[in-house]
């Protein structure tokens, strides 16, 4: 079982569609959670981060934390056809003493104009 | 403004050519980091390196090495291609009391 599970998709939804990403995992040590966008052939950016439980919101942006349940989501308002690209979760835990950062497979999302 | 530059875009070997991937960050960051991108795999670290001349192995090693002989700049070595390294490469770098990793564009290798 891997540590963190992404459903890859595709995903593809209308222009000003909600849409809603998730990832799971399986590691209780994980502490940050965070958000990457990867758009094609760059490298991926950081969107956002949160490090306790509850919601956090930044513009169109909101990224969940569950850790009762072990399940983070990131959620998208109003989504645009710029907002089409890669999704990416990640999660910081501490191995011997070294930080280290666990990906999820990335959720390919298209919005349709 | 971070910026993560890595010295090609793509690069065509064959195999059993030595290979050499560099990075360089202009942030003065004292983390750096390899990872590779397949599909259906993610990122995985290959190798980190928290100092200049300090290194420590990811989930992937094998068949790579690193150097960091300079804070800025970190290179990744394929001692021997092998078709199994065709893949993305991405570099990153990150302030030690911080959080966010930053990217840079990728290399995307291909191994004959």
């Known amino acids: 079982q891997k540590e963190v599970e992404q459903d890859p998709g595709p995903l593809s939804v209308p222009e000003g569609a909600i849409v809603s990403l998730n990832c799971t995992y399986s590691n209780s040590a994980f502490q940050y959670f965070m958000w990457y966008r990867q758009y094609s052939r760059k490298g991926p950016e950081l969107l956002m981060y949160t490090y306790s439980s509850g919601n956090k919101e930044d513009g169109r942006f909101t990224a969940q934390v569950d850790k009762s349940s072990k399940y983070i989501s990131l959620f998208i308002r109003d989504s645009q056809p710029s907002d089409s690209a890669t999704y990416l979760c990640?999660?910081?835990?501490?191995?011997?003493?070294?930080?280290?950062?666990?990906f999820g497979q990335g959720t390919r999302l298209t919005i349709n104009p | 403004d971070v910026k993560v530059t890595q010295s090609s875009r793509y690069l065509v070997k064959r195999t059993g050519e030595k290979v050499f991937l560099e990075c360089v960050q202009d942030?003065?960051?004292?983390?750096m980091f390899w990872y590779r991108q397949d599909p259906g795999l993610g990122l995985r670290l290959i190798y980190f390196?928290?100092?200049?001349?300090?290194?420590e192995k990811g989930d992937i090693p094998e068949g790579y090495s690193v150097s960091r002989e300079k804070k800025e700049r970190f290179s990744l070595i394929l001692e021997s291609a092998s078709t199994n390294q065709t893949s993305m490469y991405l570099c990153a770098s990150k302030d030690s009391p911080r959080e966010t990793q930053y990217f840079g564009p990728g290399t995307r290798l291909l191994v004959l």
């Open positions: 390196s928290y100092d200049v001349k300090m290194k």
């Open positions: 942030m003065d960051h004292e983390n």
């Open positions: 990640a999660m910081r835990t501490i191995i011997q003493g070294a930080q280290k950062l666990v």
